[in-house]
Nanobody, 122 residues
Framework: QVQLVESGGGLVQAGGSLRLSCAASGGTFRSSFMGWFRQAPGKEREFVAGIRSSAGSTYTADSVKGRFTISRDSAKNTVYLQMNSLKPEDTAVYYC???????????????WGQGTQVTVSS
């Protein structure tokens, strides 16, 4: 079965950086769209960034544009999220997911990781 495993979360102070990794296994993802979502307590899950597995085209939410960068290593089936200039409002559980087409809607994704906690202190 397809599995996604996130790593790299942790506790940082405002202004700091983290790099999240998402390792995919159990299938081929060359034609997939891989996305990062986050969910804070009391809020709905929101799209953060995504990347086409094949072409490498990227999509970034306005809330993180200029601070977060998504990238991929196709040979390793791994997607990264480099997070710079972190703010307390970035605190959330971050999830990676796979969809068959470009979408920012959680319902469009078929596979999800279990999430990794990112906490940004003031």
């Amino acid at each position: 079965q397809v599995q996604l495993v996130e790593s790299g979360g942790g506790l940082v102070q405002a202004g700091g950086s983290l790099r999240l990794s998402c390792a995919a296994s159990g299938g081929t993802f060359r034609s997939s769209f891989m996305g990062w979502f986050r969910q804070a307590p009391g809020k709905e899950r929101e799209f953060v960034a995504g990347i086409r597995s094949s072409a490498g085209s990227t999509y970034t939410a306005d809330s993180v544009k200029g601070r977060f960068t998504i990238s991929r290593d196709s040979a390793k089936n791994t997607v990264y999220l480099q997070m710079n200039s972190l703010k307390p409002e970035d605190t959330a559980v971050y999830y990676c997911a796979i969809a068959p087409a470009v979408t920012t809607t959680p319902g469009g994704y078929d596979y999800w990781g279990q999430g990794t906690q990112v906490t940004v202190s003031s």
